[in-house]
């Protein structure tokens, strides 16, 4: 067992296994999909440079709090933060410039969707200094493109990604599969079709039917017909694992898959628990601090938000300390999911105790898991039902 002065010593240094990033969420989207449980809001008038301000002001704020520890990605998700002003990134990623030093390999991504895409205001990207694309374009047929509440068509979408990859060297999009009458045929057309088009990385989910949604709504009134059965649906997961490994695009984790060195390596930090500040409405963080690392959490609603960052200096609503037992366990959660596995020496460092030997030889004795001296690994069969594995290795802890 670890004495407390030494916990406290690996905890201060634990965030460095995984970065440090910053994640800005832009709230705004031109409509809501029904299958979106993210904190998006459609807003007919919108004062980007008011928003502006609140960034920069809450930019200023986390790199106080932080200090100048060395920043390794932004990411700007959303929302559709492609319908943000290059001048209005420009001026976020000035302010991080001055906030933060930066890692030789810097990454900075924005989301896009393929109906705000235009040439001018991706040139204003990259020129304002982001380096990666990240598309949601999310199926490859019209008709299923209408069912999820898309505004751009397919050609759209491939003209859209043409535009992307001149301006940028990273390029990836996503696909969501499992979705209404589609069939595992239809789904290994349809990505055998996006593997042509993609560069060097793809993130394809299964359709997931989230409460609170529209698509949850239509789901639980018994109008949602035509969805896969589970088998099906885990018939399309492992031909996705198939066939992308055959193209040279491996899943690094589980819904992510790219070439080697071309993994996104800002969800790399959440996934290796490392440390990232969230800003902007409802977005979420976990930052370490005088040894003691916090859970962050800002207003949801994008005018309380502006709002709480004007007469308060601050959008966070909720800030709260993360027990070490709970940090081993989001630990084990996020780093199970990617291919590289976790360090058992890692865990044990958090939550003063190994993994459960017995319990890892059992899962190992059925092939949901690899060990390979520190390193513990869900295999290929042991990610596709993940949840039962997190359970097995969490019970009774």
């Known amino acids: ?29 031109q409509s809501k999909c029904p299958y979106c449980d993210f904190n998006s809001h459609v807003s007919a008038q919108i004062d980007q440079y008011e928003w502006r301000d609140a960034y920069l002001s809450e930019i200023r704020r986390a790199g106080a709090e932080t200090g100048p520890r060395v920043l390794n990605t932004v990411f700007f998700g959303g929302g559709t933060p492609s319908l943000m002003q290059p001048d209005i990134v420009h001026d976020i990623l000035n302010e991080v410039r001055k906030t933060w030093p930066q890692s030789n390999d810097f990454e900075v991504t924005l989301e896009a969707n393929p109906s705000s895409v235009e040439a001018g205001r991706f040139n204003g990207y990259r020129d304002a200094g982001v380096n990666r694309i990240s598309m949601g374009i999310q199926a490859l047929n019209d008709v299923d493109l209408r069912r999820l509440g898309r505004l751009h068509s397919v050609a759209e979408a491939r003209s859209a990604f043409e535009i992307a990859r001149k301006a940028f060297d990273r390029v990836s999009f996503d696909l969501i599969y499992a979705r209404q009458d589609q069939d595992l045929q239809h789904w290994k057309a349809e990505l055998s079709e996006a593997l042509t088009m993609a560069i060097d990385h793809l993130s394809l989910y299964q359709l997931t039917i989230e409460e609170g949604t529209a698509f949850g709504d239509r789901y639980a009134a018994g109008k949602l017909a035509g969805l896969p059965v589970d088998d099906t649906a885990a018939d399309m997961y492992a031909a996705t694992q198939e066939i992308c490994a ?3 695009l491996p899943a690094y984790e589980v819904s ?20 990232y500040v969230g800003i902007g409405p409802g977005a979420h963080g976990r930052v370490t601090m005088q040894g003691n690392k916090l859970a962050t959490e800002a207003w949801r609603q994008p005018s309380k938000w502006l709002e709480s960052v004007r007469r308060d200096g601050s959008g966070l609503r909720n800030i709260e300390s993360i027990a070490l037992d709970d940090q081993a366990n989001e ?8 291919r590289e596995g976790i360090s058992n020496a ?8 190994p993994l459960p030997a017995d319990r890892l030889s059992q899962l190992q004795d059925i092939g949901m898991i690899e060990t390979t001296g520190d390193i513990v690994k869900a295999t290929d069969q042991g990610r596709a039902v993940l949840n039962a594995v997190l359970r097995e290795l969490m019970a009774d802890r």
């Open 346 to 353: 890692r865990y044990q460092s958090l939550s003063g105790q």
């Open 1 to 29: 067992m670890l004495s407390a002065n030494s916990l406290q010593a690996v905890l201060i240094e634990d965030w460095q296994n995984g970065g440090f990033g910053l994640y800005v969420h832009w709230p705004f989207c």
């Open 246 to 248: 055959a193209a040279g």
């Open 331 to 338: 630990y084990l959660m996020m780093g199970l999911r990617l």
């Open 256 to 275: 992510n898959h790219a070439a080697d060195s071309t993994q996104s390596r800002h969800n790399l930090i959440y996934w290796r628990y490392g440390d």
